[in-house]
């Protein structure tokens, strides 16, 4: 990265000037712009905000004082991919970043490695976070933690310790901030996938997992030695560590699925205390206090509202309060002062689209940051309804709509825009794709099909088994419904998504046919059987987690179970009577870029009607502005195309 000094004026005055502020048009790239601020982090003591912000290609990070304004620090990111920012204290700023990198000693595929380097306010000068640890890689697993050790700024991170020249282990180390002075923390055991880190600074818990045999381990440290607390196998989806507990002296431990009134968890108080059960609310996200680390609540997404659960009563006031000034905006806590009376929130208003900004509690003012997506105005945000419907056996679905403006909602065209994971979902709000899709005349259609996370767990295994079965029919009973209800042209309807999505949209155009005019697929899954060869190969093993997680989804015995052929859209081309679009980035370590390729090849060698685009440099996640806009235009130019909205 480099310093202030090296950026030019230019650069930074744009980006600066477009804080805040709306532009005029609206063209489809605009939808297809990486956000304006990717990330706003307020610094422990309530003064400066560091943004991670995008211009084009290029990456910043900028750190304007809250009270001036002013520009107190800046660094230029260029083209990496810029995914946390994270105060260590007022004076120090972590930056992370990942890159896809094939490394000649590491065994496998091209890999993301996460990278993080820190910035010191103070002197204007940067450095690696891991680049004095060895024997080491530099890379970084997780998230960083901050500790106050005999006076001086410590980072304690997970790394990849190599005690010999081949072997590597899942070990801690600590980094003294003020000279970046780094060693060995605490080495790992054999199995290590995670610690946790006390107040003081020390290793208080460690779980293993034997990938393997799915024997998993929690030892917990008493004095200078580790004790196995518990123990046992899980193949699949194995309990596991997040941090400390309430307290902020124990360590806590999520032992299972979600069960009716919440998550068993169970907190290991470092003192050697007996181990306590409770019951966690159900979550999508734990909050922690910014300070101490300790566990201050939970997030929950429950139906269309994102819920707050604070345990404090004082801090379930304060964020009531936030809630009430933004009513009707959704929004979410980005990151918070230590004293916890100022918040950085991202809103999301139905006319203005996404934005940041900071809640003052003590001084009783709500001021905005700046918006995501500058160059869209309020006429450029179509409305988006919530949907309803049953499935075709019963089961209730439930998802959303996005309208185009200025057309009646009748008789529309559409775009079913299924949501990757599978074991994700889709949420209310602004949606980059969808609004792009809806500003050129088309009604979107997004769905929460069985299988999606954040519904409950009987809901989540109702997928199992359901790929390319009931899991497509969910969309197409999505289709019928509306054209029921006369809302669009059951004539004029096409599919298109990303990773599962993609795979979605191939079987849409395979299994599920006579429903679609065209099918646009990027980074999807079509031959099930190569991708399961592929997480074999990326597993080094014969047998992982990750093996057992997908076949446990897609209900088959293993890689060359015929059911696998059956629900793969490259066995089942001879179906296929209409166009596809397959659309991949070379870099993705997801979804391998040759999915595509083969299912192109397949596609072609057959006479059908298809096409390839390329996204050079690109990641799973469409991680650089020139390719997600590539991509944009090119699904856009095909639906017009073969489905004009007009």
């Known amino acids: 990265m480099a310093a202030l000094s090296r950026i030019t004026a230019a650069l930074l005055a744009t980006v600066l000037m477009m804080i805040g502020t709306v532009a005029m048009a609206a063209p489809t790239a605009a939808y297809g712009r990486l956000p304006l601020i990717e990330d706003a982090q307020i610094s422990p003591d309530g003064k400066m905000i560091a943004y ?46 990942s890159q896809t990198v094939n490394l000649e000693d590491i065994e496998g595929p091209s890999r993301e490695y996460s990278l993080a380097t820190v910035y010191d306010l103070k002197n204007r000068k940067q450095f690696g976070l891991m680049e004095h640890a060895t024997p080491a890689m530099n890379v970084i697993i997780g998230k960083p933690q901050v500790r106050i050790i005999d006076g001086e700024v410590m980072v304690i991170v997970e790394g990849v310790h ?43 818990a460690e779980t293993e997992y034997d990938n393997a045999t799915g024997d998993w381990t929690l030892r917990i440290r008493r004095g200078s030695s580790w004790t196995v607390a518990d123990s046992g196998n899980a193949p699949i989806n194995p309990p596991f560590l997040r941090g400390l507990g309430k307290d902020g002296r124990s360590a806590l431990f999520i032992l ?37 680390g300790a566990l201050i609540g939970t997030a929950t997404l429950s139906g269309d509202e994102l819920k707050y659960e604070f345990f404090d009563p004082k801090a379930q006031a304060a964020w009531a309060a936030v809630v009430k000034a933004y009513a009707g905006q ?48 309020p006429a450029d945000i179509a409305e988006v309804r919530p949907v309803a419907y049953k499935a075709a056996d019963g089961l209730d679905l439930t998802g959303y709509l996005t309208l185009p403006r200025g057309a009646e909602p009748k008789k529309l065209p ?11 979902r889709d949420t209310p709000g602004f949606d980059w794709w969808a609004q792009a899709l809806a500003a050129r005349g088309y009604a979107v259609l997004q769905v929460n099909f069985r299988g999606s996370d954040g519904f409950g767990e009987t809901f989540l295994k109702a997928g199992y088994g359901e790929w390319g079965r009931k899991m497509q029919t969910d969309l197409s009973d999505g289709v019928r419904y509306l054209a029921k209800q006369g809302t669009i042209d059951p004539a004029r309807v096409c599919i298109v998504g990303a990773s599962y999505g993609g795979y979605a949209a191939l079987a849409g155009a395979t299994l599920d046919p006579g429903v679609y005019r065209c099918a646009a697929s990027v980074a999807g899954i079509s031959d099930l059987t190569l991708f399961m060869d592929e997480r074999f190969k990326s597993a080094s093993r014969r047998d992982s987690a990750s093996q057992r997680y997908w076949l446990q989804f897609l209900r088959v015995e293993g890689r060359k179970d015929p059911d696998l052929s059956a629900i793969s859209p490259i066995s089942q081309i001879n179906r296929v009577t209409i166009p596809i679009l397959l ?32 996204l050079k440099d690109e990641d799973h996640w469409l991680s650089r502005a020139p390719t997600r806009i590539q991509m944009l235009e090119a699904v856009i130019g095909f639906l017009e195309q073969y489905n004009p909205p007009r």
């Open 52 to 97: 991670a912000v995008t211009n084009g290609e290029d990456r910043l990070i900028l750190i304007k004082g809250v009270e001036s304004g002013d520009l107190l620090g800046s660094i230029k990111a260029g083209d990496q991919k810029v995914r946390d920012l994270q105060w260590a204290t007022s004076d120090y700023l972590l930056i992370t970043t």
């Open 330 to 377: 959704s929004p979410r806590l980005a990151s918070w002062s230590d004293s916890r009376r100022q918040m950085v929130v991202r809103i999301d208003s139905p006319t203005g689209g996404p934005s940041y900004a900071l809640a003052d509690l003590d001084r009783k003012r709500a001021d905005p940051l700046g918006v995501l997506y500058p160059e869209l105005q």
């Open 583 to 614: 659309v991949h980035g070379q870099d993705d370590t997801v979804v391998r870029y040759d999915q595509s390729k083969v299912m192109f090849d397949a596609l072609k060698k057959t006479g059908k009607t298809v096409d390839l685009v390329t």
């Open 414 to 424: 559409l775009v079913v825009l299924p949501h990757g994971g599978p074991a994700s």
């Open 162 to 204: 190599f005690f010999d020249e081949f072997k590597g282990r899942n070990s801690l180390f600590s980094v003294r901030l003020r000279d970046g002075r780094t060693k060995v923390h605490q080495k790992g055991f054999k199995n290590t996938d995670d610690w946790v880190i006390g107040q003081d600074g020390a290793a208080v």
């Open 256 to 292: 299972g699925d979600t069960k009716a009134g919440g998550r068993p968890a169970r907190e290991y108080p470092v003192d050697g205390s007996p181990p306590r059960d409770i019951l966690l609310p159900d979550y999508d996200g734990l909050i922690r206090d910014p300070s101490t």
